[in-house]
């Protein structure tokens, strides 16, 4: 399957990214693969994720949510012709198999009339006068850039997902990791960014994602899926508290209160 992603801004495209890693990262932070400008889109915000001949998009416990087609998601499949939201940005999916050629325009890349008036259902509709002016070149060019937020490591994320309660109430303050197997053992990982990569680099790795006082864990690459507590970790972001045990690419950790 060839699919790609066609990143618009008030209907005007600002970019094209072609989906050809199993995993294809969205956010605000220099280092994604599809970098968006966006003060409402995390530094690690969702990701497209290609399995075979399937596509779905997973949200990274982002702050604004993504949204499929206007509706909010935190794990879907996705097809041809989709709109996915992040801020104030929309994804436009494409596959090249139903295409007649590269994206020129919104409007020039489907192939029939059907589809392009699916295309326009997808489409935000035209503003109303209350709505804020159409915003210029220059907001547009920003939008491309790629500047660095030094308070941003490796990502970021965090949409609301059910947290524990009682005992598993988290104070606000530093989580921490202990290595507890793995050629790092003993050694103590501070939890203190947005997001914390943790396992093999390159190989099996997780993402620790800190939101306010609550943490949450979502699989990033790799063909094993980590375990939190000796349960695989399914599609999407997980509540993490002290206590919980994770492994990743061959290394655990137990995740302890701040000292």
């Known amino acids: 399957m060839s699919a790609r992603v066609v990143l618009s801004f008030d209907e005007t495209i600002v970019g094209e990214i072609e989906l050809a890693k199993p995993v294809t990262v969205v956010g605000r932070h220099p280092d994604c693969d599809v970098v968006v400008d966006d ?13 075979n001949t399937t596509v779905y998009v997973e949200d990274l ?6 949204k499929v087609n206007g509706l909010t998601t935190t794990h879907q499949v996705v097809h041809h012709l ?3 939201e992040v801020g104030r940005h929309k994804l436009h ?29 997808h489409l935000a509709p035209a503003p109303v006068a209350q709505a804020p002016a159409r915003r210029g070149d220059e907001d547009l060019s920003r939008t491309l850039a790629m500047r660095r937020d030094p308070s941003i490591q490796l990502g970021a994320s965090g949409e609301s997902v059910a947290v524990r309660t009682d005992k598993h109430a988290i104070a606000a303050a530093t989580l921490a990791l202990r290595v507890v197997r ?22 099996e790795t997780a993402l620790v994602v800190r939101r306010g006082p609550a943490y949450y864990i979502a699989r990033f690459a790799g063909q ?8 695989e ?3 999407g972001t997980h509540p993490i508290v002290p206590g919980d045990m994770i492994d990743v690419g061959g290394m655990s950790y137990e995740v302890i209160p701040p000292a």
């Open 233 to 235: 970790l399914g599609p």
């Open 61 to 66: 416990a982002s702050t604004n949510g993504t």
């Open 39 to 51: 003060a409402a889109v995390s530094g690690r915000h969702m990701l497209f994720r290609l399995v």
């Open 82 to 84: 989709d709109t996915i």
């Open 182 to 203: 793995g050629p790092a053992r003993g050694e103590t990982i501070a939890l203190d960014r947005a997001n914390t990569m943790i396992g093999n680099t390159g190989t």
């Open 224 to 231: 094993r899926a980590p375990r939190l507590n000796r349960t």
């Open 93 to 121: 999916l494409f596959e090249d198999s139903l295409l007649a050629g590269r994206v020129n325009g919104l409007e020039s890349t489907v192939l029939t009339d059907f589809e392009r008036t699916m295309m326009a259902a």
